[in-house]
């Protein structure tokens, strides 16, 4: 999206893109060549294809899954997020009853860390990471986000140094054997429909057996597409990123930080309390 914007690459209508617009055309199963109805795909269509019908269906697969997972976890995108890479990444754990006193409901046992928000603090002209009372949050976790980022750009660059390490010393890719599972279950999933249309078998069992296969199908299309993800990302190398990174959009860096990192966890600042602590931030990468 951010290449395409910089290039001036405009929408069938003229704008400029954006993640909603981006979105709907990559969970479109039109560029795929087939028609479609309120999100179900309804045969073959007369335009040619862009790409590939099971590129497309491994698309939609992971991102409807994204989506449901980001709402879920951050609800609806706001505007902090456009212009911090780490916002809907950083959460608190104060979920963990670490105050004296009655905990909050965030703290409550099973309860996930809860997300900081973005703010202003109050003594000076400092944007930081907080966790707010409203919704939850224990209201007493700050962290200062110019001390942050660069932590995490340091971060950010040695994981992926590790991470071209594993690829070089491990060359098995999961994709062929995926594509032929896939295959398989195409087919028997095929023969499945055609005992049901010829009533050879009772429909029940044939209906729980093609949905057991979907859902080994939908399972083996994410991976697919979580491992081209994770493929596209280690094309470019730890020492092209550092020279290319302070040119990146934000955009273009949260892509870069979300496909490598689950949670950024800040734990309680330690004394003096003056003094930054890299020691309270804990990554959980993916």
């Not at 001036?8 to 109805?37: C, D, F, N, P, V």
Request: charged share 35%; net charge neutral.
């Amino acid at each position: 999206m951010a290449e395409a914007n910089e290039a001036g690459l405009k929408t069938s209508t003229g704008e400029a893109w954006s993640y909603q617009a981006l979105r709907a055309l990559l969970m479109s199963g039109r560029i795929s060549g087939r028609k479609e109805h309120k999100g179900e795909i309804y045969g073959q269509a007369v335009w040619p294809k862009i790409i590939e019908p099971e590129d497309s269906d491994m698309l939609r697969t992971l991102l409807a899954e994204r989506s449901e997972e980001f709402k879920a976890e951050y609800g609806e995108r706001d505007t902090p997020a456009l212009k911090y890479p780490l916002s809907g990444l950083v959460k608190c754990t104060c979920k963990v009853p670490h105050v004296v006193g009655e905990p909050r409901s965030c703290k409550e046992e099973g309860k996930k860390p809860h997300r900081m928000s973005t703010g202003q603090r109050g003594d000076k002209d400092m944007p930081i990471y907080t966790c707010k009372k409203d919704g939850g949050g224990c209201g007493g976790r700050t962290i200062q986000i110019p001390d942050l980022e660069p932590l995490m750009e340091k971060l950010l660059f040695k994981r992926l140094e590790e991470v071209e390490a594993a690829a070089e010393a491990d060359d098995n890719d999961p994709g062929p054997e995926l594509e032929a599972r896939l295959a398989r279950w195409e087919r028997r999933k095929k023969e499945l429909g055609d005992e049901l249309l010829d009533g050879d078998g009772p429909a029940r069992e044939i209906r729980d057996a093609i949905d057991t296969l979907n859902g080994r199908m939908a399972g083996a299309r994410q991976e697919i597409a979580q491992y081209a993800v994770k493929a596209n990302l280690s094309e470019v190398s730890a020492a092209e990123l550092r020279k290319a990174w302070k040119d990146y959009s934000v955009a273009r860096k949260q892509t870069t930080y979300r496909g490598l990192i689950m949670e950024i966890l800040i734990h309680p600042a330690t004394r003096p309390f003056n003094v930054w602590n890299p020691d309270r931030v804990e990554i959980l990468w993916k």
